[in-house]
């Protein structure tokens, strides 16, 4: 048998277990009025940036004196009751990746310092085998303000899950363990398979000189993280209307886009510069979001770094299309947001004035099987700003901008029997967010005919390739 050892807090979960735990005891009774004890709060805020620390540590030690004189079978009640809040903190990619263990024949055990009362009830919510945590020594139901055994941290942690795997007749070398902190290097260095996960400074630095596998279980491959902030934080506070004053901008419907869970934000697509009215959403929506773009965006010199950073997944309808097809699907099953163009690339000729929009069927595809709602946005106005047959937006409006209209519908479900049918429901929604002119058919002029090709010259039987 192999199994995978998981710590529990910046790992398993996204922060600290402890502020929702003593909510617990506190709301239950077990605490019979909460008191903090000195510098517990900065504690938690430093752990949740940097990991543990002597100090976080030595609180969680001395929690077993303060527990002294609780129920056990009131404190384990109280664990159970703080199941749903933990539940929430649950790293988005985490049940991913432990049912990709699962999917390897691996065992799943939780491996923690909390003690064990409190996070039973939550290893049993998530399935998982069993659990390694320290325990307090009990006397006619009571706590003793003594641990019993081992305090589960660093050597204590490694010794403890030693005793477990000769118990189980588990040889460590053919087991995984996945932790964030440095003091659990020990444990690490045992397993066959160490994966420094979500890692604090002093664990990523030895990761990188050992070479294990660096992981990140809060946010997709790839995309970096500086204090539990993605370059997504950081760029949605540059990215306003003020900085684009040769462009008006009028969006409604912003509430429409729920604040949590999985969601595909759907467009049309008339310009190069749809990538900033979108961007304007996605700033309002004050969620980190994922994109599906086509791979020549990624191939453009220092642009694919970025793209990549900010949570691109990249659409090599050639050569791999399936692969993004997985990441986006991966990414709403991590409860995260994603924009998709359905239409694949901006229409040229006829086809960029038809009143019906054609779609490609990869958005109803993802919706059907992540179960995420699909809210259509409309565009208009974003080709006068940047036609196809330009290279460089038209940056001299600065005196008349052209009006750009982005708005957001209702969200709503696809059937996800016919990925056609629902790919026609998606792209009918989406032209209802158009304004009514865009209903229209109208015969365009030679000229707006042109401006939709990336040449500036509609093909003729003589230059087909225009």
Not at 125 to 150: M, S
Not at 196 to 223: K, Y
Not at 371 to 377: E, F, K, L
């Amino acid at each position: 048998m192999s199994v995978a050892f998981i710590d529990l807090d910046r790992t398993l979960l996204s922060k600290a277990s402890g502020p929702e735990l003593n909510r617990a005891l506190t709301t239950s009774g077990v605490l019979k009025e909460r008191r903090s004890l000195p510098g517990e709060s900065l504690l938690f805020t430093i752990f949740d940036r940097f990991g543990e620390n002597a100090a976080s540590m030595g609180l969680a030690r001395a929690a077993a004196r303060v527990a002294k004189g609780w129920d056990c079978e009131a404190t384990r009640a109280a664990g159970r009751l703080a199941v749903p809040a933990l539940l929430d903190l649950v790293a988005p990619f985490a049940p991913q990746r432990i049912a990709a263990f699962r999917s390897e024949g691996l065992k799943v055990v939780l491996a923690t310092t909390t003690p064990n009362d409190l996070v039973v009830g939550l290893a049993e919510a998530l399935g998982l085998d069993d659990v390694i945590a320290t325990r307090y020594e009990v006397v006619e139901g009571r706590y003793t303000g003594r641990i019993d055994g081992r305090f589960v941290w660093g050597l204590g942690k490694l010794r403890s899950v030693q005793e477990w795997a000769e118990v189980h007749e588990v040889d460590l070398a053919d087991c995984h363990a996945c932790s964030d902190s440095f003091f659990d290097i020990p444990l690490l260095s045992t397993v066959g398979h160490p994966h420094a996960v979500n890692a604090d400074p002093r664990l990523l630095a030895v990761a990188l000189a050992r070479r294990w596998p660096i992981e990140h279980w809060d946010r997709p491959d790839g995309v970096p993280s500086i204090l539990g902030l993605e370059p997504y934080h950081f760029v949605r506070t540059l990215v306003r209307p003020e900085a684009f004053p040769y462009a008006r901008f009028d969006i409604e419907g912003i509430e429409e886009v729920p604040a949590t869970g999985p969601v595909i934000l759907a467009s049309n697509h008339r310009s190069y510069f749809d990538v900033a009215a979108l961007a304007l959403v996605a700033a309002k929506i004050n969620r980190p979001v994922r994109v599906l773009a086509k791979k020549e965006l990624f191939a453009i010199p220092g642009l694919s770094h970025v793209a990549r950073a900010i949570g691109g997944i990249s659409v090599d309808r050639d050569g791999a299309p399936e692969r993004a097809f997985s990441e986006a699907l991966a990414s709403l099953d991590a409860g995260e947001a994603l924009f998709v163009l359905p239409e694949g690339t901006i229409p040229r000729g006829p086809s960029f004035f038809d009143p019906v929009l054609e779609g490609k069927t990869g958005a109803a595809r993802l919706a059907a099987l992540s179960g995420a709602p699909i809210v259509p946005i409309g565009l208009w106005g974003t080709e006068v700003v940047w036609p196809r047959s330009s290279k460089l937006p038209q940056m001299t409006t600065l005196i008349d901008p052209p009006r750009i209209s982005i708005r957001i519908g209702k969200a709503f479900e696809v059937d996800g029997i016919d990925a056609h049918a629902d790919t026609e429901q998606i792209m009918a929604a989406i032209v209802q967010q158009l304004p009514d002119e865009a209903r229209v058919a109208t015969t365009p002029s030679p000229e707006d005919l042109a401006r939709t090709y990336p040449s500036g010259r509609a093909p003729t039987a003589d230059d087909p390739e225009a």
